[in-house]
Protein backbone atom coordinates (compact mmCIF):
# COMPACT_ATOMS: atom_id res chain seq x y z
CA UNK A 1 0.00 0.00 0.00
CA UNK A 2 1.34 3.16 -1.40
CA UNK A 3 2.44 5.50 1.72
CA UNK A 4 0.67 9.23 2.50
CA UNK A 5 2.85 11.47 1.19
CA UNK A 6 3.03 9.06 -1.96
CA UNK A 7 -0.58 9.73 -2.48
CA UNK A 8 -0.13 13.44 -1.53
CA UNK A 9 2.35 13.71 -4.39
CA UNK A 10 -0.26 12.06 -6.56
CA UNK A 11 -2.92 14.01 -5.90
CA UNK A 12 -0.83 17.22 -6.31
CA UNK A 13 0.19 15.97 -9.89
CA UNK A 14 -3.85 15.51 -11.30
CA UNK A 15 -4.23 19.27 -9.41
CA UNK A 16 -1.25 20.76 -11.28
CA UNK A 17 -2.30 18.88 -14.53
CA UNK A 18 -5.62 19.32 -14.63
CA UNK A 19 -5.00 23.35 -13.38
CA UNK A 20 -5.33 25.19 -16.68
CA UNK A 21 -7.58 22.55 -18.60
CA UNK A 22 -10.62 22.66 -19.53
CA UNK A 23 -12.83 20.06 -17.32
CA UNK A 24 -16.39 18.57 -18.40
CA UNK A 25 -18.43 18.98 -15.52
CA UNK A 26 -22.36 17.57 -16.26
CA UNK A 27 -24.78 20.01 -14.14
CA UNK A 28 -28.11 18.08 -12.67
Not at 9 to 26: I, K, Q
Request: avoid cysteine; hydrophobic fraction near 35%; charge should be neutral.
Amino acid sequence: MPEGHTIRRLADDHAERFAGAPVRVSSP
